[in-house]
């Protein structure tokens, strides 16, 4: 049911982390709107029509304007209901905040898609990026700009923990579909914490697709991408930004790479 | 301390500092220059910026600040009441904060394959960047630049193009702007080039296309090895 006061429709997926982050800012901030479920092999010509330089999710359309890129979207519901922050206020503090959420997106995302979408060898050397890049937010959290916080926006949850924390879900699905350790509790152990804090949050429990369904849905990712690997001779480390898979696939990946 | 507190770590072959060189200059700011050896970074570097390790890092009152776009956005807040580089209202913000990452992802990622490409690919590189400037051309509108009538965040995140394009066409001996194709484009490319700010600041040519041959080598060689 549209609500008309705030007038905000999301398109997005059930299975996209993207998704989630602006389903959960906008849950924080108590913000009502219409969701529009998209199946990415089949796109609505609304989707195409407000975002046609991506065609992907989420878009957001606020009094029939649409606003696309997650990070972009969380800043501007933040920007527009100013009530519940979730950038901090201070300009240094808010640099800080944007350069882990872009290094969220560009380096530890991609890695932990690489992971998926690899085997044998080409696994552990993507497995072990996504320990540097881990190693490097956990060094923060100990002794960091983030020392002592209980989440990266201090005493509640901010614009980094929902980048970070959607899709770190999916780190506990690949460990089971793949047998792989990304968050070790000894080798990243304020991450690990960090992580179980903000999957308590209740905002966040409402969020989290259920765990079978994510299971479900990365086994058969798995092994459509396995499969692909196979028939091609592409390169396991680019098949997070390979443009050969099919939707389904890239939203996986898209998914892992929102970690 | 004010602004005497700003340093700019940087070199000058690198387009993302001159986003802060030109974010800075417009703002009046003053700032003081680190050079650094990009083959022999400072300790000070490293101690700043752990995670990329690289230029430009701003030091503003002894906190650093890495990542360019990261950087012209915290001068834009921090100081606030001069020349402002993004609009104020959210959504204009957002449609700014878009197209300044479409250029990132599209024009950047899109200028290095170009150059780093031969034969059919090199040619399929270039009609893709062709797509994406096209693409990039529908948000300048009727406009001189893309922040309206003066230089914008987009504009700063995207005035590489202008001069590094061109010396890429050099070097690798392709037009990729015809005006033809790309009227507005090639109109803001000449708009951005006779800007003083931007005249004041060109880095010497020749330096910086002896490295783009270097890359352009580099790349080449490890390929054929």
Redesign the interface.
Known sequence: MENTLAGIKLFGSWASSYTHRVQLVLKLKGLDFEYVEEELTNKSPSLLLYNP?YKKVPVLL?LD?P???SV??L??ID??WTDRPIMPAD??E???A??WC??ADDKLGPAVGAVFGSAGEDQKAAVAQVHENLK?VE?ELREGAFKGRRFFGGDAIGILDIVLGCGSYWLAVFDEVMEVKLVDPEAFPLFHAWLREFEEQEEVKEIIPAIDRLLEYARGIRQMMLGLKDASTTPATTAATTTTTTDNSSVVVESAGSV | MGEEGVKLYGNILSPFVLRVEWALQLKGIKYEYVNEDLSNKSPQLLQYNPVHKMVPVLVHNGRPIAESAVIVEYIDEAWSDFYPLLPSNPYQKATTRFWAKFVEEKCLHGSFDVLSRVGEEQLQAVKEMQESLKTLEGHLEENKFFGGETIGFVDIIAGWMPSWLGMIEEIIGIKIINEEDLPLISAWIKDFLDHNLVKETMPPQEKVMAHMRAIRENVLSAMSA
């Open positions: 330089v606020h304007r606003i696309v890129e972009i979207i800043q501007y920007e527009t300009p240094y808010r640099a800080l944007r350069f872009y290094f490097l060094t």
